[in-house]
């Protein structure tokens, strides 16, 4: 009887931790994703820019999951569409934090929305990774600015302007706080280096009647023009160039929130001779770039184009993935931690995220455009460029008040 007793006994113990082992494997396999969330425009006057970045982003979270998942768990994107409007793109940023619980936030195109949303991450102490080039003039503990600043982009770019094609600059750029302010800089610089600004004029988001600038840029007619417009407005002023007679070989345009991508848009524009300046080059021939365009091609189609702020936004997520494993947890206060003081090589080569700043280190092409819209890299500058948020012709308090005025 006593036998039959035990030998119940140890049956009902050995089920009782086969069932334990159960139950923990099945749990450790279905454990929650860690949700991220991913704001951009995919609607309004910044879709045709920043659908793209969307697509990227989600290629780094496939491929993470592939991997296993970060510490077992899978990464789940809440994709919401901030229609081109700095208020939707704040209501969204708080409910991706206060409803979806995500872990952290990947988005903004236009300064204008980063700065409508930066209050919101700061108040929940959270993350955000912003992939676009932007005016500087800004820090927080809570952005990584994958972007390039104006010394980075604008800046080597009036240089070889005036070391190869002249010194007369026409400025035009969609009227908001970016643009604004990269031509503040740009201004400084040129009076430094004793060149002239021949114009200046300003567009709103989304506008397509360009004739009055156009007749400006044809009375100064300049050695070249700097544009910041952003959007699908940019396809209207350089049909309207055209229009006008206006072309590269005459007077180029430098574009600087136009990504490679973009061009596609442009096939009935005659483009060539202008240019794009940007870290990463889709033509690229090391190893890193042709695997990340296979992947990308193969999830998308061989006929995307990728262009920079897709491979910035794309291995932001990658420098977050590598911030959680070295956290060992996706917690935000602790990943915050490890957000920064990191590099990754990527597509376009390494960036580096630096401690003081959140800002990146990166290399630069000036790229010229040719007949097919394909680019031709006319100046490189070999190694990462240190970035400096805020430009040295004026103090950082003289910048914060300029940018305080928008």
Not at 131 to 154: F, H
Not at 231 to 260: C, H, M, Q, W
Not at 391 to 403: H, M, Y
């Amino acid at each position: 009887m006593k036998s039959n007793i035990k030998q119940g006994l140890f049956f009902l113990l050995i089920a009782v931790v086969m069932i334990s082992l159960i139950f923990i494997i099945v749990s450790y396999f279905h454990r929650p994703a860690i949700k991220i969330g991913v704001m951009h425009s995919l609607s309004g006057t910044m879709a045709v820019s920043e659908k793209g970045v969307v697509d990227a982003v989600l290629l780094a979270v496939d491929e993470i999951n592939q991997q296993g998942g970060l510490m077992g768990r899978k990464i789940k994107a809440v994709v919401r569409d901030g229609e081109s409007s700095p208020r939707i793109f704040t209501e969204i940023a708080k409910a991706l934090i206060e409803k979806d619980e995500v872990e952290a936030i990947f988005g903004c195109w236009t300064s204008s929305c980063r700065k409508a949303v930066l209050p919101v991450i700061e108040k929940n102490n959270h993350l955000l990774y912003y992939p676009l080039q932007y005016e500087g003039m800004e820090l927080s503990k809570n952005v990584i600015y994958l972007g390039e600043v104006p010394n980075q982009q604008v800046l080597p770019a009036l240089e070889w302007t005036f070391s190869e094609i002249g010194k007369r600059i026409y400025l035009i750029g969609s009227d908001y706080i970016y643009p604004r302010a990269t031509n503040q800089v740009i201004k400084d610089q040129v009076e430094k280096w004793r060149g002239e600004i021949v114009g200046e004029s300003y567009v709103p988001l989304g506008e397509k009647n360009f004739s009055s600038v156009v007749e400006d840029i044809r009375r100064v007619m300049p050695d070249a023009i700097f544009n910041t417009i952003n959007g699908d407005s940019n396809l209207s002023f350089f049909k309207a160039l055209r229009e006008s007679n206006i072309y590269p070989k005459s007077v180029p345009t430098f574009s600087f929130s136009i990504a490679e991508d973009e061009l596609s848009l442009f096939a009935d524009v005659d483009m060539d001779g202008d240019f794009l300046v940007w870290n990463y080059l889709s033509d690229s021939n090391n190893h890193i770039n042709q695997e990340f365009k296979k992947r990308f091609t193969e999830k998308y189609g061989a006929m995307s184009r990728i262009g920079n702020p897709m491979v910035t936004a794309y291995l932001g997520v990658h420098l977050w993935a590598k911030a959680v494993r070295m956290a060992r947890t996706s917690e935000v206060e602790e990943v915050l931690k490890y957000t920064s003081d990191i590099s990754i090589q990527g597509p376009g080569g390494m960036i580096y995220v630096e401690k003081n700043t959140h800002h990146t280190w990166k290399p630069i092409h000036i790229a010229q455009i040719d007949k097919n819209k394909q680019l031709r890299s006319v100046w490189f500058s070999k190694v990462p460029i240190a970035p400096q948020p805020f430009p040295q012709s004026r103090s950082e308090k003289e910048w914060k008040a300029f940018v305080d005025e928008f």
